[in-house]
């Protein structure tokens, strides 16, 4: 089964860090770029960042430019987030996407959500 | 920085057409996505590459974009069509992945 599966979610206070973990499975991992995109209920999906196929390029949104790393594991096909100074502004549901050619994403994992709170 | 807008809310009457639109500066040079969104479930695509349908999406989706304004049709809708529907604009030469605001599907 073609799947994406996030982990690490949970609650944290305002400052700390959290590591997110995405998971494929039972397809050509190292082929396809991926990326992070986070949902809000203020302020609907964002993404987050992307990395490339063999993980030599990536890069994240300006919000969270020297706060969020991405990295991936082509050998153990996984990709990780690594979250450092957080703030309630990044309270949302975390997804791992597949990319497709031209951009869009045709896979999606179920989710992981990180809730900042003091 | 590029922004892209979304009306928040639309309604339509069962069997009538939706044009859900997607406005962003010069969007008919880049490439448009749009996903569906429905409560305790991961968005899912419905057109990529402005105008191509993944399987499985019934010919009633269609996508069209002009010079500054995108737009996803779904042709008699139905209520199964009700859902939050957001666009993507992706430029990859300037990295932008944008999505809109999101447009929430009211079927009446």
């Known amino acids: 089964h073609v799947q994406l599966v996030e982990s690490g979610g949970g609650v944290v206070q305002p400052g700390a860090s959290l590591r997110l973990s995405c998971g494929g499975s039972t397809f050509d991992f190292h082929n396809h770029g991926l990326n992070w995109v986070r949902q809000t209920p203020g302020k609907g999906l964002e993404w987050v960042s992307y990395i490339s196929e063999d993980g030599t390029y990536d890069f994240v949104t300006d919000s969270v430019k020297g706060r969020f790393t991405v990295a991936r594991d082509n050998f153990q096909s996984t990709m990780s987030l690594q979250m450092n100074s957080l703030r309630p502004e990044d309270t949302a549901v975390y997804y791992c996407?597949?990319?497709?050619?031209?951009?869009?994403?045709?896979?999606w994992g179920r989710g992981t959500l990180v809730t900042v709170s003091s | 920085s590029y922004v892209v807008t979304q009306t928040p809310h639309m309604s339509v009457a069962p069997g009538k057409t939706a044009g859900i639109t997607c406005e962003g500066d010069n969007i008919g040079e880049k490439n448009v996505h749009w996903y569906q969104l429905r409560p305790g479930q991961p968005p899912s695509v419905v057109m990529y590459n402005v105008n191509d349908r993944p399987s499985g999406i019934p010919e009633r989706f269609s996508a069209s974009k002009s010079a500054n304004t995108a737009t996803l049709t779904i042709s008699g809708v139905d209520d199964g069509d009700e859902a939050d529907y957001y666009c993507q604009v992706v430029d990859l030469d300037n990295d932008q992945r944008l999505f809109g605001g999101g447009t929430k599907l009211t079927v009446l």
């Open positions: 996407t597949r990319n497709r050619a031209g951009g869009s994403y045709d896979l």
